[in-house]
């Protein structure tokens, strides 16, 4: 990873924001060298890292869309697109991403050959319809944390009630993504769980 990306990584986690693991760059590196994407969509944003990793490891040719909708977050993530000269290959679209995912549907349906969702957990359920729309056939969804350092697969007895809403949220999440016709999807246990889902042709 350049020298620059490592400063960011630091940067992000001393100030406690939640960027992606190590494990899940090295998954994500290796899906986009696999995969070649021409345009990434990514839901959750925080303060950039994550989009510009991707933008170092995808082909030339590609762009990434990114969403974010806290404005402290959003502040740091212009800034680091902007240092790290990337302003031309990362679009950040501001607002919540339920709203944005709606409108970006209506005018760029199946644009998306990558899209990473890395948001808010109990709302990947809201954001999959979108999603579908915007995902072309043959491309991939990518989703972070879906296994809640394995919490997600004890019952809901064993989770705290605080934990309850998530917990069964994301088991739901789970349940659509390995059961929906449209899609072929793997859970796959690095860092806190991801999926990969294509959708078939
Ligand atoms: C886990 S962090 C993203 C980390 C980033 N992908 C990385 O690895 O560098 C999740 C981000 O999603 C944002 N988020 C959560 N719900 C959202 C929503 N409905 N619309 C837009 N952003 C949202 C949060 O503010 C937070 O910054």
Same mark, same amino acid.
């Given at each position: 990873?350049?020298?620059?990306? @490592?400063? %960011?990584?630091?940067?992000?986690?001393? @100030?406690?924001?939640?960027?992606?693991?190590?494990?899940? *760059?090295?998954? =994500?590196?290796? %899906?986009?060298? !696999?995969?070649?994407?021409?345009?990434? %969509?990514?839901?959750?944003?925080?303060?950039?890292?994550?989009?510009?990793?991707?933008?170092?490891?995808?082909?030339?040719? !590609?762009?990434?869309?990114?969403?974010?909708?806290?404005? $402290?977050?959003?502040?740091?993530?212009?800034?680091?697109?902007?240092?790290?000269? #990337?302003?031309?290959?990362?679009?950040?679209?501001?607002?919540?991403?339920?709203? =944005?995912?709606? @409108?970006?549907?209506? #005018?760029?349906?199946?644009?998306?050959?990558?899209?990473? $969702?890395?948001?808010?957990?109990?709302? +990947?359920?809201?954001?999959?319809?979108?999603?579908?729309?915007? =995902?072309?056939?043959?491309? =991939? %969804?990518?989703?972070?944390?879906?296994?809640?350092?394995?919490?997600?697969? *004890?019952?809901?007895?064993?989770? &705290?009630?605080?934990?309850?809403?998530?917990? &069964?949220?994301?088991? @739901?999440?789970? +349940?659509?993504?390995?059961?929906?016709?449209?899609?072929?999807?793997?859970?796959?246990?690095?860092?806190?769980?991801? &999926?990969?889902?294509?959708?078939?042709?």
């Amino acid at each position: 990873m350049p020298k620059y990306l @490592e400063v %960011l990584e630091k940067a992000a986690l001393f @100030e406690g924001v939640p960027i992606i693991r190590k494990e899940t *760059q090295t998954f =994500l590196r290796f %899906l986009l060298t !696999c995969h070649k994407p021409k345009r990434i %969509l990514e839901v959750g944003a925080a303060v950039g890292f994550s989009a510009i990793f991707m933008s170092e490891y995808m082909p030339s040719d !590609c762009t990434i869309t990114t969403i974010e909708k806290v404005e $402290m977050r959003l502040q740091k993530a212009r800034k680091n697109i902007k240092e790290a000269s #990337k302003s031309a290959k990362i679009t950040l679209l501001e607002g919540d991403a339920l709203v =944005l995912l709606k @409108e970006l549907a209506g #005018k760029e349906e199946k644009a998306y050959d990558f899209i990473f $969702m890395d948001a808010a957990k109990a709302q +990947y359920m809201n954001f999959l319809p979108e999603i579908m729309r915007l =995902l072309c056939p043959g491309g =991939l %969804l990518i989703t972070d944390n879906v296994l809640q350092d394995g919490t997600v697969a *004890q019952s809901r007895f064993g989770v &705290t009630r605080r934990d309850r809403t998530i917990h &069964t949220r994301m088991r @739901e999440y789970l +349940y659509t993504l390995t059961h929906m016709e449209e899609l072929e999807t793997a859970v796959v246990p690095v860092g806190d769980g991801v &999926t990969v889902s294509t959708k078939k042709a």
